[in-house]
């Protein structure tokens, strides 16, 4: 049976860069994979990117209101209708997903037995779990934490957001990096140190 994998980590954590990299891995032996992200994370329109300059396009992207499962077997038969096979579905900012989505992607793993790798963030500036992260955390198969440090060089666990030179605690949950908006990964005590002690 193939699993369904989070892998997830602060802002900077390389997991764009992790998940490219998989995809090589596995087209390297002469094996397909399908490469998607939640249309909400309109940062590169339809490519996926690392910070290290790395761009791929992405095969599908997932709507909102979209089923994840029906999106996916439709891509699939585009694939076999070349004589080939989806040896892996890769997600990347799963955090984006819905949770409905997330069990679609469960469903994947289990019922079409295909691996499902899914990299994303697992908690939003205010330290909340995002939706799709919760819901992962909750049912994957296997968690991989990816690590990366803190500009005083303890591990990062949080992600601050910026406007300007100015770490905010509120607004929407959802802000795509921009021209007004930048994070950057915190530890806890460098986190509390910005926010006033505050957390939650």
């Not at 602060?10 to 860069?17: L, R």
């Not at 955390?137 to 666990?157: D, F, Y």
């Amino acid at each position: 049976m193939a699993k369904l994998y989070f892998r997830y980590g602060a802002m900077n954590s390389g997991k764009s860069t992790a998940l490219l990299q998989a995809a090589y891995n596995y087209e390297e032996r002469g094996q397909h994979v399908l490469l998607a992200k939640p249309a909400i994370d309109t940062k590169g329109a339809s490519q996926i990117e690392s910070r290290l300059g790395m761009t791929r396009e992405a095969d599908f992207l997932i709507g909102a209101d979209d089923g994840a499962r029906a999106v996916f077997h439709r891509e699939r038969e585009r694939v076999r209708r070349t004589g080939f096979d989806v040896a892996c579905l890769l997600i990347d900012e799963a955090q984006f997903l819905t949770p409905d989505q997330v069990d679609d992607l469960f469903r994947v793993a289990v019922e079409d037995d295909i691996p499902v790798l899914a990299y994303g963030i697992r908690n939003d500036f205010r330290t909340h779990a995002f939706p799709g992260s919760g819901r992962l955390l909750a049912i994957a198969h296997t968690l991989e934490e990816l690590k990366t440090i803190c500009r005083c060089g303890r591990k990062a666990v949080f992600n601050g957001r910026r406007i300007g030179d100015r770490f905010v605690f509120d607004g929407d949950q959802v802000a795509i990096d921009g021209a007004s908006v930048a994070y950057e990964s915190l530890c806890g005590h460098c986190y509390l140190q910005e926010s006033a002690g505050r957390l939650g």
